[in-house]
């Protein structure tokens, strides 16, 4: 078009009346279709028909609802009845729908026109919706528009004055939802009536009323308010992860510890939203956000399998085991300097820390059986020296003390005042000695801890690295893994117009930062740590830890090895060792032994997942006598490396089987037979011919019984004595090795083990009985938290004794019974527990769950479960549980007679 409300919009004419102004409902019906499938934006409709013609109303609703749900804007005019037919039938249909965008007629005073209709409406009495019964009715008009006195374009072309009707009102309010859509095309029908009535010049009666509507449209604001318009997310996001919103370029970072994230956003626009966590595939959501509303998504994340991996960490240059360690994606348990983390199949990208190291980087690609080993570049952590650092100023080194953080390790650092805050007005340097650079990857890296002065109006003080290079002035060098924080104020002339780390809260945590100078290689370099204050208002300033450069180190691989130890004749030798990279990748491992003075032979060791080599030699050993060795390991550069020279000796073999039993005791089954399966290993293998079981009931003979099948190292033995309730056997197990001298031994060494037979078995839980497994979490002991106090005595288990489980951990504490000889069964306990509140599934529980002849079944309590878990939990998604809090012992009991036998 070339005029109106929105000059720039593209009519599309379609016609549904004669040139008398008559035509057929079913006609309307089409010409709204039509619309929708030649992908109009907005109808303007001035066309309606009397209640008293008795018109298809729902019939005109379907096709109303229809087309707004595909997306297009239906603006009706209301009709020019005034109030003659009497409510609630003033209103023509299709003007009646509720769903549409029904306008009233004003003149230029703002007053009602005299002939447009009034509402309200009523569809009490229509199949199928039978709502908006009157009184009171559904309100209506929605809003009014300018429809007296018109100037229109007529037939002919060119444009007459003088226009009056609702029918001139409904094109002032197409053109205004033109303009929206125009200036954002993602808002819904919904949007668009939400903004032009709520951007209304209100009129008449205060609020929306069935005169004016919500009252007279008003452009300009509505575009205004469409430029401002917003709603809100809330996801309910249980996980440490992350969830971005393409469309506003938001990413919300998410955590496990807050189920519920909200954020606002631009409303009316659709949106695609990708949520991704640790252990999930991610998932990604296509949705419209309405103005004014909040949206609440629940992402139904799928799990990934998940494996356990071995992770230790050495240090780079000695290759010793770093006892203590921190991951990015969070450690399971770290003992002896071995961490283990659960981690989804798949490719994980990790960042891992220690106090005194650098840290380090990695993506690794996890599978079933997974061991990572990482070698961390030591750092220089001040504690037996300053680092031949110079200083001047507030720069001091030492021990923190007062409000001061602590060391990042240690307990030594350097700080502009280790014990209080800096001082006003005061140019401190802190500078490390002169260095040459070789390499033109060079790099070095700190970590650090700062508080300087700032406001949201300005960054007042603050420290920034300067390099100095053969002797020059120095130049500010800019951090390679971060940004400075702002531009200091000139108010600080020792700073002023730099960029620097500033503020209080960007920075008051150890964290490392990182700045590339391979650029200087060649040269001679000065590394500068400058700060700048004002004369008003200090902080604590800034701290610094754990310096490291790293220039022209060129290393070997690193081999670690433990000696093998001396060994007896004919037991199986395989020499093993951890070969890591230092620089490139092992291109080669090689074993050189030999038995007495002769040369050397070598034997290719070969690789095993965890980067350990091994090789096995023990069909080329003499008998007896003294074995050395020594390992060789190349890379792609190449370098080598070359361990010390080992020794073993090859003696006699002396060492009898170990034995290790494992029954049930006591037991309720009174069926024979009763099994027992033992473990019986030998560094030379077992003669199973002298393998035996002894046992007898109590006043019979003993009874020698044969292994009834072996597997492995696993012997199973059946003993075919009946017992009744309170009847017990007692036995012994022998066995010799496969030596010449024919080792023998006992389990046990002295006396005898035993199965009770009995018809209950009770465990006070004062102490643990061998028939309890526990995992994970699981713990037997005094409770340290709530519930303060065991049911009965002091002790029993729990998960965590001292505190509150973790987060995302599966745990099972498991108790073995034997029900074979039993008719029925019952299982009876008391418990408390504290879960994460269900909303309305619970994020959080437990439940019981039983295993025989390898399946798994839920067994539910007498009492019932109280939820179901949330299939946001990826351990027991959607089952019965015990959720929420139950501060109080209570009893449970379980009928197990379905399994009895």
Request: aromatic share 10%.
């Amino acid at each position: 078009t070339g005029t109106g409300v929105a000059p720039e919009a593209t009519v599309l004419p379609v016609k549904i009346l004669d040139r008398t102004g008559n035509g057929d409902e079913s006609d309307c019906w089409l010409g709204i279709q039509y619309a929708v499938e030649m992908g109009a934006d907005i109808a303007s409709l001035s066309v309606g028909w009397d209640h008293d013609e008795d018109p298809d109303r729902a019939a005109f609703r379907e096709a109303c609802d229809n087309a707004i749900a595909c997306g297009m804007v239906l603006c009706i005019a209301a009709g020019n009845e005034d109030e003659s037919a009497g409510a609630p039938d003033n209103l023509r249909t299709p003007g009646d729908v509720p769903s549409v965008i029904t306008v009233g007629a004003t003149d230029s005073d703002d007053e009602l026109a005299s002939f447009s209709s009034v509402g309200p409406v009523c569809w009490e009495d229509v199949e199928p919706y039978l709502d908006y019964p009157y009184p009171p009715g559904l309100v209506k008009p929605d809003v009014v528009a300018p429809g007296v006195n018109i100037t229109s374009t007529v037939l002919g072309g060119g444009y007459e004055d003088g226009w009056d009707g609702t029918s001139m009102a409904a094109p002032h309010t197409a053109g205004t939802a033109a303009l929206l859509l125009s200036g954002r095309h993602t808002l819904s029908p919904e949007d668009i009536k939400s903004i032009i009535e709520s951007t209304a010049v209100d009129l008449g009666e205060p609020g929306k009323d069935n005169r004016y509507g919500s009252g007279r449209i008003d452009a300009v604001q509505a575009i205004e308010r469409m430029l401002g318009a917003t709603g809100e997310f809330c996801f309910s996001f249980p996980h440490n992860g992350r969830i971005y919103l393409l469309e506003s370029n938001q990413t919300i970072e998410t955590s496990s510890d807050e189920p519920l994230h909200c954020i606002t956003s631009p409303g009316g626009v659709d949106y695609t939203i990708v949520a991704t966590a640790v252990g999930f595939s991610p998932e990604t959501l296509l949705v419209h956000l309405p103005i004014d509303t909040t949206l609440e998504i629940e992402p139904s994340l799928v799990p990934l399998p998940i494996a356990d991996v071995r992770i230790r960490l050495f240090d780079k240059l000695s290759g010793e085991l770093i006892p203590r360690f921190e991951l990015s994606s969070g450690i399971d348990s770290i003992v002896d300097g071995i961490g283990f983390i659960r981690l989804p199949v798949g490719e994980s990208r990790l960042t891992f820390e220690a106090c005194g190291y650098m840290p380090e980087e990695t993506r690794i690609s996890v599978h079933s059986d997974t061991a990572l080993n990482i070698l961390l570049l030591p750092a220089m952590n001040f504690e037996e020296s300053d680092g031949e650092f110079s200083s001047t100023g507030d720069w001091e080194w030492g021990i923190p003390s007062g409000d001061s953080p602590p060391a990042h390790s240690g307990g030594r650092c350097w700080a502009t005042n280790l014990d209080g805050l800096y001082s006003n007005s005061t140019e401190s340097i802190l500078s490390t000695a002169d260095i040459s650079l070789h390499s033109d990857s060079a790099w070095f890296g700190f970590y650090h801890f700062y508080q300087f002065e700032a406001t949201s109006w300005g960054f007042w003080d603050g420290g920034n690295v300067r390099l100095s290079v053969d002797g020059g002035e120095s130049e500010i060098i800019y951090p390679t893994n971060l940004f400075y924080d702002g531009i200091i104020d000139p108010y600080d002339t020792i700073l002023a117009y730099e960029p620097a780390f500033s503020g209080e809260q960007t920075g008051d945590f150890w964290h490392f930062v990182r700045f590339d100078i391979g650029e200087y290689s060649g040269h001679t370099v000065r590394i500068l740590f400058r700060t700048g204050e004002d004369d008003n208002t200090t902080r604590l300033g800034w701290y610094l830890d754990d310096f490291a450069l790293v220039d022209t180190f060129r290393f070997t691989p690193l081999i670690i090895h433990l000696p093998h130890p001396d060994v007896e004749a004919g037991e199986e030798i395989i020499i093993s060792a951890l070969v890591l990279p230092r620089d490139t990748p092992i291109t080669g491992v090689c074993l050189f032994w030999r038995a007495g003075a002769g040369d050397f032979s070598p034997v290719e060791m070969v690789l095993s997942p965890g980067d350990s080599f091994s090789a096995p030699l023990s069909d080329t050993f003499p008998p007896e006598g003294d074995v050395e060795y020594y390992i060789l390991a190349v890379d792609s550069d190449p370098d080598t490396a070359v361990t010390d020279t080992f020794s073993f000796h090859i003696g006699e073999d002396t060492t009898p089987p170990v034995i290790r039993a494992q029954f049930v005791s006591p037991t309720l089954c009174l069926t024979p037979p009763y099994t027992v399966l033992a473990s019986i290993t030998d560094n030379l293998g077992v003669d199973t011919e002298t393998v035996h079981l002894y046992a007898r009931r109590t006043g019979t003979p003993w009874e020698s019984f044969s292994p009834a099948s072996v597997e492995d190292s696993i012997f199973s033995f059946e003993i075919p004595l009946a017992l009744s309730a309170g009847d017990s056997i007692i036995f012994y197990i022998e066995a010799c090795d496969a030596s010449s001298h024919h080792n023998c031994s006992r389990e046990p060494v002295d006396g005898y083990l035993a199965i009770v037979a009995t018809d209950a078995i009770t465990f006070d839980l004062e102490s643990i009985s061998s028939l309890f497994a526990l995992d994970s979490i699981w713990q037997w002991g005094e409770p340290g938290t709530e519930p303060f106090s065991a049911h009965s005595g002091t002790h029993l288990l729990g998960t965590i004794l001292d505190g509150y489980y973790p987060n995302e951990r599966f745990a099972r504490m498991s108790l073995q019974l034997d029900l074979s000889g039993c008719e029925t069964a019952f299982l009876s306990f008391y418990q408390i527990y504290y879960f994460e509140e269900p909303s309305p599934y619970a994020p959080d529980g437990g439940n019981i769950k039983l295993i025989t002849d390898g399946e798994e079944h839920i067994i539910v309590p007498e009492s019932l479960y109280t939820g179901v878990i949330s299939y946001s939990n990826p351990f027991i998604p959607g089952e019965l549980c015990f959720g929420g809090e139950n501060p109080l012992w209570e009893q449970q009991i379980i009928d197990l007679s379905d399994w009895a036998g």
